[in-house]
């Protein structure tokens, strides 16, 4: 008998450029990390514009006496339009960096307009909009025993998240570490938008008890944008070693995850309160005051969250916020 020709090489693997150039349908997994590559291009690029920008700017310091008839001088004047040429690069890169991630986000996690009607959707953040909508803050001690248990908030906050393929591949590492950074401190902003917006529009009622359990969801989600960035569900976490352990320059601060959860945590602290003139006490910069109030509340969010406990006066809290605008 013959022998059959041998297969094409093309039956076995696709032709370079030619996976995400044919007709064929894309995954969701497939889907996901072409867009994560394209943000782990970006900050790349960003990158080596800046360090070649550092690298000219050390050829500067070195050769900055230079006589300015000299042709060393025509070359340091050519790197210095050099320098500034990659800074402006750099900055381009980072500012559509960070655009591209918003439009990652939106189209992985979903958005929420405060100002719309909830809507039904799948997507991860009307989904969590809703739980909070329908969360009750009114609690005494038995109903918080019930309302804290871990799987109903794991239910209702973070398996949405864990579950949207965004957050999973970055979780898993599959993004470097400063675009992981930036997409959890733009999903974090969100959540604290939608977390703090919710509680206020829908005037949330709540006691000592109630302010425990919004503490404690606050926390989780926290934990949940540090574990993101940290990458605690990798194997070995982000950027580890042959060891298992975390090289040094691989390590990603979460210092900026928790800034943005500022404005809750202050949020947490006030419905906790014993008394609204307790707040006096705290060492919390407010915004609108002078120096630098980034991420604080301003005397008006931190009325209207003090209104929301439903055993403190009216007069105590304008007396309170009141202090808080002359200051």
Same mark, same amino acid.
């Given at each position: ?72 001088? /025509? ?5 210095? $339009? ?7 690069? /750099? *900055? ?11 439009? $990652? ?62 957050? *999973? ?12 950074? $930036? ?145």
């Amino acid at each position: 008998s013959s022998t059959p020709p041998p297969r094409s090489a093309s039956s076995r693997a696709p032709r370079s450029g030619g996976y995400y150039t044919t007709n064929r349908k894309r995954t969701t997994e497939e889907h996901v990390l072409s867009q994560l590559c394209a943000l782990n291009g970006m900050h790349s690029a960003s990158a080596a514009c800046a360090s070649l920008s550092e690298l000219f700017a050390s050829y500067l310091h070195e050769g900055g006496g230079a006589d300015p008839s000299s042709s060393a001088s /025509s070359s340091v004047s050519m790197i210095q $339009t050099s320098l500034e040429e990659l800074s402006g690069y /750099s *900055r381009a890169y980072q500012s559509l960096l960070l655009d591209q991630a918003k439009q $990652t986000i939106a189209n992985w996690c979903g958005m929420v307009n405060l100002d719309d009607p909830p809507r039904v959707s799948l997507d991860p953040l009307p989904r969590m909009h809703k739980f909070l909508l329908a969360e009750q803050y009114e609690l005494d001690s038995s109903a918080f025993s019930k309302a804290e248990s871990e799987n109903r908030i794991e239910a209702g906050l973070l398996q949405i998240l864990r579950d949207c393929p965004l957050v *999973r591949d970055i979780t898993q590492g599959k993004a470097d570490g400063d675009v992981a950074l $930036t997409v959890a401190n733009e999903l974090s902003s969100q959540l604290v938008d939608v977390v703090l917006g919710t509680i206020l529009r829908d005037r949330k009622r709540f006691t000592d008890w109630g302010a425990l359990l919004l503490s404690k969801e606050v926390r989780c989600l926290q934990d949940m944008m540090c574990a993101i960035v940290s990458g605690e569900n990798s194997r070995g976490g982000r950027g580890a070693n042959d060891d298992g352990g975390m090289a040094e320059d691989d390590l990603i601060s979460t210092v900026n995850i928790l800034d943005k959860f500022e404005k809750l945590n202050q949020a947490t602290t006030i419905l906790q309160l014993e008394r609204p003139a307790d707040w006096s006490t705290m060492a919390y910069t407010v915004g609108g005051s002078r120096g630098d109030t980034k991420g604080s509340l301003t005397p008006d969010e931190i009325q209207s969250i003090m209104l929301l406990r439903v055993d403190f006066s009216k007069e105590a809290v304008v007396s309170v916020c009141a202090g808080l605008k002359k200051g």
